[in-house]
């Protein structure tokens, strides 16, 4: 479990602090160290007795710069008592003696006539935007008070010689703070802009190298091309007889190489030496049925 990290101020009631947060269950660790102020996740800054005093502990030991940090980035902080004065920008206890003045404000003296300091229980009663404070009675010991709720803060009020400003709330996160940590407000709007730019497009990214891995490419399957083309025959037509002189090519071959459609084998052709009437269509480039062993063009056919 993280601790709750208590700043060192020089003047505040630590031992109260510090045992509350042990009644919670809580590990507290007290330190003056401006790296684990800046860094700690929950932070208390309290704080007893002079404004001008606690000023000058938090400045000297670097504390100061690093709550101004903190805030900026609108980290959690509970400041008690003296140290919700120290958020101001001044206070009339103190002249001359700066705040951390990341709260528009100033701490001034009750008026007179009023009993100072005021001591014991008194009312406290939130504005209707506060998310953490409640209405309830709460013991005061103070002399300074801040007169009213600054603009962009919620907060709570009691009455004592007047209205005074009790608690302070901020739960959102406001650009405006930035400058109070020495930085730009206007250069803090462009530098989240491209923050959340940058952000978009590396979720861009992702999104679509995610879908890219998920793809599977599907390859049909080969087509037979041997199904699909057509049988595929040798024509030569004589320029002057007209005849188609492969027609009976294959009658010659043997029956099993004979082709017709599909490479059925054709039926042998009987045909008699001695009686052309059998011969049937014979090719001009067969060889002649009489047994010569010539073309037919250049032996029976001649004559046709």
Same mark, same amino acid.
């Given at each position: 479990m993280n601790p709750v990290v208590v700043v060192r101020t020089g003047s505040a009631n630590l031992a109260s602090v510090v045992a509350s947060l042990e009644r919670l269950d809580e590990r507290a660790v007290v330190t003056d160290d401006p790296g684990l102020v800046r860094s700690a996740g929950l932070l208390v800054l309290? =704080?007893?007795?002079? &404004?001008?005093?606690? /000023?000058?502990?938090?400045? %000297?030991?670097?504390?100061?710069?690093?709550? $101004?940090?903190?805030?900026?980035?609108?980290? *959690?902080l509970l400041a008690i008592c003296l140290g919700l004065q120290l958020l101001l920008e001044e206070s009339e206890e103190s002249q001359g003696v700066g705040g951390l003045g990341v709260v528009q404000g100033r701490a001034e003296r009750f008026g007179p006539g009023v009993r100072v300091p005021q001591m014991g229980w008194n009312f406290v009663a939130p504005t209707p935007g506060c998310g953490l404070i409640e209405a309830a009675s709460m013991y005061f010991a103070? %002399?300074?008070?801040?007169? +009213?709720? *600054?603009? #962009?803060?919620?907060?709570a009020t009691s009455e004592h010689g007047g209205t005074f400003v009790a608690a302070l709330e901020h739960l959102r996160q406001v650009i405006g703070?930035?400058?109070? =940590?020495?930085?730009?407000?206007?250069? +803090?709007y462009k530098s989240e802009a491209f923050q959340l730019f940058e952000t /978009?497009?590396?979720?861009? $990214? +992702?999104?679509?190298?995610?879908?890219?891995?998920?793809?599977?490419?599907?390859?049909? *399957? *080969?087509? @037979?091309?041997?199904?699909?083309?057509?049988? /595929?025959?040798?024509?030569?037509?004589?320029? &002057?007889?007209?005849? @188609? +002189? /492969?027609?009976?090519?294959?009658?010659?071959? %043997?029956p099993a190489?004979?082709?017709?459609? #599909?490479?059925?084998?054709?039926?042998?052709?009987? $045909?008699?030496?001695?009686?052309?009437?059998?011969?049937?269509?014979?090719?001009?480039?067969?060889?002649?049925?009489?047994? %010569? =062993?010539?073309?037919?063009k250049h032996c029976h056919g001649r004559f046709g």
């Open positions: 309290p =704080g007893v007795g002079s &404004f001008g005093a606690a /000023m000058r502990r938090l400045e %000297s030991s670097g504390c100061a710069q690093a709550l $101004r940090e903190r805030i900026a980035e609108a980290r *959690p103070n %002399s300074y008070r801040l007169r +009213e709720i *600054p603009v #962009g803060w919620e907060g703070l930035r400058g109070y =940590g020495q930085r730009d407000p206007l250069n +803090e /978009m497009i590396a979720n861009l $990214r +992702e999104g679509v190298t995610a879908q890219l891995m998920r793809v599977e490419v599907v390859q049909a *399957p *080969p087509e @037979d091309q041997a199904a699909q083309l057509p049988y /595929m025959e040798a024509h030569k037509i004589d320029p &002057f007889t007209g005849e @188609d +002189e /492969m027609a009976y090519a294959d009658a010659t071959l %043997s190489l004979a082709g017709g459609n #599909g490479g059925a084998p054709r039926a042998a052709v009987a $045909r008699d030496p001695n009686n052309p009437a059998t011969w049937g269509k014979v090719g001009r480039n067969e060889a002649c049925p009489c047994g %010569s =062993g010539k073309k037919y």
